[in-house]
């Protein structure tokens, strides 16, 4: 693919931090990555990474107060989006940008149908005012967002398209209301759609299956995709390029094939040395923790864990830096200089 | 749905049953001598056997239970000892009172605790949420009879502009009892403004703890569907606030506050005795209590029986209501 191509979202220097009474937990530090138009892009990393905390700040769904936004910008098609007052976000929630959420058991109002939440999202996304629109016209809308939520259930491959309308979430299993859940966001057809580990918490099958679907109706729309993973295998089969976090920042950004043809960052090797084999056995994987946000290392915060530290990455925090090759790696490993005062 | 519908009505019959066992026991092992209090206590030892005798107290006890049921299926609940009439009759006049009191004071109680329950969940910790519960609390501590006294002494008294006591003298014909209702039927525009006049004070009076409790667990269920996925998700959807709060958070959050209402009603139906007395309402409560202080067991019976059934008859309109809101119980069950 093309290497300089047109941005369509892109996130700098975000900071994010939570205010408790524990203290203050410096939970993203500086995370800064970008989506082109048609792009693909994996987020990966361990559970409690922040990937949740950084794709949901692109939606302005993180609750200030607890959260506090300290440096960095978010713009989608050149506007800053920090800065939106909760009626702009929303004519682009579900439009612009949307997402689909983790956890299918969770993410659909139980007492409300299958329909209902297909049909208010085609009539009510954007608008403001619910009340004052007269009975004809809500008629008309309805019409067609029921013929809309037809069209996309059928475009999913779903079986008996106007059956599952009226359906009640319980009545479905965990794998069509993920594709329910799919379906919600897809269903203004969004320039951006976020996935968050959706289908983690099915079947591996189900789950597989559920992706497949999900990569060709993207490809289909022309639609760009966050997708968001702690399973490097699924990053691969997915996206275009991968971005590794660990504890709130980005240590390592590539396209894919590079990425998996070499990795540079040793928790990145970890990761993938902690996918399963084709023999069976599971992966080393990493011994240890995500460290405290409430008390960050002063220096790498990959430090306690990495097998190939050096005394001085306790002290500095490695920055992410362009190498010779074009990759994205931060780790101290790959900065000459330093390497160099201490050779 | 129709299943899971005569499925609940089911369950009450043995709760019935065994709710009229227990009255019934109850009341004949209760202590004190009603045929005593009766016949007055020039009465000889004949008469008070005669009486014994008359009234089936010497029959053993499940065979009394036995006429007693056979009776009251056939409108016969015994006589009463205050009223020296059949206690169905003398219930049949009450009812109606208490139930439209009752009914108006729930309709009151869920108008006023739901809205003031959600703008106080939305305005959480704001000046409205803060004077929202300090009222709501007050309402569950204040005494049910001071309340009503002091609603008399202003509205009444003072300003003259409700009446004190009883359901008003223009009544219209009697169809259901519900002196609202049957006035609306008959077209009886004068006994219906006398009839509204008259149930304001007394069914606010009762409506108070209950508005308040009702509020309270609005607010809290409200709060409550704010961690909730579902709420975040149809936010990222970007639906309108206003509707994710009306209609995706209420729904849910009224559905856990319905269960809640149906036991209010036994609430209600405990309380209004008292301000039945204070408003010379005359309700079945207030017979009741009257049959309790002359060991009247007939009324006694015939009353608790009534409000039992209407209890347990309230909790299944209830449950089939939750039923339809959240369709989690259907499965459940
Ligand atoms: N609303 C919140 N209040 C306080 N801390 C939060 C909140 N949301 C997320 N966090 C913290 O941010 C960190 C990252 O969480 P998250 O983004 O969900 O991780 P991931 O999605 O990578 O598993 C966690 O330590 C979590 O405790
Ligand atoms: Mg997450």
Redesign the pocket.
Known sequence: MSVKSEALLEIKGLKVN?K?FEGT?Q?INGVSLKVNKGEVISLV?E????????VRSILGL??TP??QFTNGDITFEGQSLLGLSEKEWQKIRGKGISMIFQDPMTALNPVFTIGQHLIDVYMWQGKRNTLFTSMKEKRELRKKGRARAIEILEKMRIPDPEGILERYPIELSGGMRQRIIIALALIHTPKLLIADEPGTALDVSVQDQILIELKRLVEMEGISMIFITHNLGVARMISDRVYVMYAGEVVEEATTQSLFSQSYHPYTQGLLSSIPKLNGQMGDGIDGRIPD?LNPPQGCRFYDRCSERMDHCSLTPPKLQTLSDGRKVSCHLFAEEVVGIHG | MKEFIIKRTLHIIPVLLGLSILIFALSRIMPGDSIRLKLGPEATQQQIEAMEEEMGLNDPLPVQYWNYMKGAFQGDMGMSLQSNRNVAIDIFETFPATFELIIIAMAISIAIGVPLGVISAVRKDKWEDHSTRIVALSGIALPKFWVAIMLQIVFAYWFSLLPVVGRGEIAPTTITGLRLLDSLITLNFDAFITSVKHIILPSIALSIATTAQIMRLTRSNMLNQLNKDYILAARSYGLPKGMIVYKYMLKNAFASTLTIIGLSFGALLGNAFLVEAVFGWPGMAQYGVQGVIYKDYNAIVGVTLVIGVAFAVANLIVDVLYGILDPRIKYDS
């Open positions: 939570f408790s937990a939970v990393g559970s409690g990474c922040g990937k949740s905390v950084t993180v609750p607890p959260a946000f």
